[in-house]
């Protein structure tokens, strides 16, 4: 039996892939039962563009779950093209032409707050997705503590999605970027299999490369690789962290955290490579964070931080750091990654 029952989560899978992936979704479930999860599987309508209505579908969905066990309903684990809700008018990468609504799973783990939809209209932004006008789908929140209505994250969110990453398709192998899609899905989940039942021979060791260093603006200073400084040195200790080339780092088989920030766009990341880097390159740090401009809206295509999750190696988690800064000490304790998200 497992130590400790953490709760129930609920597996939400884009039904699209229900059948390819049945034997890695089944053994998914076992592993989560076998580390003190109880398993509930939905299977929801795959939706590929944005559309607002189907993010309330799934949203439904959710809420009829957790009303049903509001005790023990802990955490939402999404696998493949499920609708990708938006809000907000922010650019935390500060770029004008990037301002306007980004993902934001955070709604799904909201079980009593009011989203609306009336009040952001910002079309400025160059991406379609980002775009955010009154009555279209998007919400209005940039920010959970707003004066408008502040409130708080009930259940963890964690999303496995890889749609519209086309640069990992072999032509020679796949008939389709679904084709391919469905062997990255394979691949993570076969890759999260190894780690949960103790396969991957890491050491607590972890790697920094920095591409920022300190940057001031008046009195105002920022330090983005503190994310990793901070984490790691609290989780496995300061001696043990290397800083240097990311993917040199990456390479090395006993990492376990790993991070890297620089200049950024969608697909790439000065100082640390981009999206094609990570089709060929294995990134071995299983909990990983990377930092620079764009990026961090991640549903976009040949997103760099869902390549990470792409790439080969170990590499089982990726977070957008640095602005603002992200903590997983809670981990240190035995909590859950969804925990400190």
């Known amino acids: 039996l497992p130590p400790v029952h953490r709760g129930k989560v609920l597996l939400l899978v884009d039904s699209a892939i229900a059948n390819p992936l049945s034997v890695e979704i ?12 109880s398993v509930v599987r939905r299977y929801v309508s795959r939706t590929e563009a944005f559309d607002g209505k189907a993010v309330t579908t799934v949203k439904n969905v959710i809420m009829q779950e957790y009303n049903k066990d509001k005790a023990n309903l802990k955490s939402v684990f999404i696998l493949g093209r499920v609708a990708v809700p938006y809000s907000g008018n922010l650019n ?25 939809d009336k009040i952001v209209d910002n079309s400025t932004a160059s991406r379609a997705e980002n775009k955010n006008k009154p009555g279209d789908g998007k919400f209005d929140y940039t920010s959970l503590d707003e004066n408008l209505a502040p409130m708080s994250i009930e259940l963890q969110v964690g999303r496995v999605d890889f749609y519209n990453m086309p640069l990992f398709r072999d032509t020679a192998r796949h008939a389709s970027v679904f084709e391919s899609e469905l062997e990255l899905l394979k691949k993570y989940l076969d890759k999260n299999h190894t780690y949960r039942t103790g396969g991957y021979p890491y050491k607590k060791n972890g790697f920094i490369a920095d591409n920022f260093g300190i940057l001031r603006s008046g009195d105002f200073v920022e330090a983005f690789a503190n994310s990793g400084w901070r984490n790691m040195a609290a989780l496995i200790g300061e001696s043990r962290i290397t800083a240097g080339n990311y993917f040199t780092l990456a390479a090395d088989t006993s990492v376990l955290w790993g991070y890297g920030c620089g200049g950024g766009s969608y697909t790439s990341c000065g100082g640390v490579g981009s999206t094609s880097d990570f089709v060929t390159k294995p990134v071995n740090a299983i909990f990983t964070m990377l930092f620079g401009s764009y990026f961090g809206d991640w549903d976009s295509q040949n997103n760099i931080m869902r390549a990470v999750l792409a790439s080969n190696g170990t590499a089982l988690t990726c977070s957008w750091a640095g602005r603002p800064h992200t903590y997983y000490h809670h981990m240190g304790m035995g909590k859950t990654i969804g925990s400190s998200t």
């Open 26 to 37: 089944v053994r998914l479930i076992d592993d989560l039962k076998h580390e003190g999860w």
């Open 92 to 116: 935390p990468d500060a770029h004008p032409d990037h301002k306007g609504a980004w993902p934001a799973d955070c709604y799904y783990g909201d079980v009593d707050g009011v989203w609306a």
